[in-house]
């Protein structure tokens, strides 16, 4: 085994003197009593665009789950492991979340890749690509758009995937039952790294800035 990283040593350290000193009650009655989540966000892996950082989130507060360019897969009860699914499926049957939050972000890796297949795969095994191909054309009718350019493309394809998981996130029965109840409530963000700006969806489906 490797040493494990200083870094991370000396981040614990400073967690347990600052934060976990400052919220050592909150935290341990979550420990005691478990988590009660209200709000779901389904955010990319990207190192810049933390959930918890976005939101100024404390302990127990969102249930996260990240994975590449957050996308969402429809729903597919068969013999495969799918892990974002079962995330969806804990946070709505296990922990009544109330809101499920569908958050892209500015320079996603995973939406460049997928504005530009041409590009060599990483390893043999091509997760990325194949895990990208849920977008199924959205991304080659953006390309062949010859008047947008490169950068306009790629904000562009991360707010339509947003709109596309939410689709596809329906498809799961008992989102859609939920959502129709009034007892969850489905909603898309796109986070601007270089400018800390948060972009939500409106009811007709367009980004706004919000006013605070």
């Given amino acids: 085994m490797h040493s494990f990283p200083d870094h991370l040593l000396k981040g614990h350290a400073n967690f347990m003197a600052g934060r976990y000193a400052r919220e050592k009650d909150r935290i341990r009655d979550l420990a005691e009593e478990g988590q009660t989540p209200t709000t779901m966000i389904i955010a990319c892996c990207d190192s810049r665009a933390a959930p918890e950082m976005i939101f100024d989130a404390g302990p127990g507060e969102l249930f996260v789950l990240r994975n590449v360019a957050n996308l969402v897969p429809t729903y597919q009860p068969d013999g495969g492991q799918h892990g974002t699914s079962a995330g969806i499926e804990f946070a709505v049957k296990a ?3 109330a809101n499920i939050v569908i958050m892209g972000h500015g320079r996603c890796g995973g939406i460049k890749a997928a504005l530009n297949p041409g590009l060599k795969p990483l390893d043999a095994g091509d997760f990325i690509g ?3 191909n849920m977008l ?5 009718q953006l390309v062949q758009n010859d008047l947008m350019t490169a950068g306009e493309r790629q904000t562009a394809l991360e707010r339509i995937s947003i709109r596309n998981s939410i689709r596809n996130l329906r498809t799961f029965p008992y989102v859609a039952a939920l959502e129709a109840e009034g007892k969850l409530a489905v909603h898309g963000a796109w986070f601007d790294i270089s400018t800390g700006e948060l972009w939500v969806m409106d009811s007709s489906g367009d980004f706004i800035r919000p006013d605070f």
Wanted: hydrophobic share 45%; charged share 25%.
């Fill in 130 to 132: 194949k895990w990208m």
């Fill in 136 to 140: 199924g054309e959205l991304p080659d």
């Fill in 95 to 97: 922990l009544g979340i």
